[in-house]
């Protein structure tokens, strides 16, 4: 798929085909996170790949609106490893991109994903739950989950607010 038609066509994708999805897709959709840009080409990231129907149905079950966890292949839990390096907020805008990166490769082979949310720096329960049932270390941040299968729903192209919202030229 040319890459701007790949732009403009991925949605969030939250209904799932029983369908299984070959390994070599699975590693192809992690080496483009791997391929993202990331702040002093640190590469903070870490992927747990988690196909194991209880845990997916554990995940789903974190928070109100990751139920469809649950009725994917499998999930990709995007971590960041380099918590402790002075600009926190680089190492995750680092991780967001490996994140789109994915979304976007996912779309390409014909397979539907979510974004869905983990970190929240207000309130880390859901990360908490996250790392309990993953046994993440202490020291690693979640970012997100990407549940993955193949599509059971057709979504339309986006709406999208007008150049005139959302360009300023010159000056703000
Ligand atoms: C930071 C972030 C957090 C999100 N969290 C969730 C989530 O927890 N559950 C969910 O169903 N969708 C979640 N989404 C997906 C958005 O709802 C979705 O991207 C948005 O509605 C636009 O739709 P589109 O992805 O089809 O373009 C999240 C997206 C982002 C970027």
Redesign the pocket.
Known sequence: MNVLDCIKT???I?KYKDKPIPQDIIDKVIKCGQMAPSAHNTQPWAFVVVKDKKKLEKLSQT?Q??PFVKDAQLCIVLCCTKTQEINKSAMHMSVACAAQNMLLAIHNFELGS????VHDLKDSSVEQKVKKILEIPKDIDVI?MLPIGYPDQT?SE?EIKSKEEVVHNEKW
């Open positions: 991925r949605r969030s939250r928070h609106w990751a979510c974004w869905t949310y997100c979504r986006k």
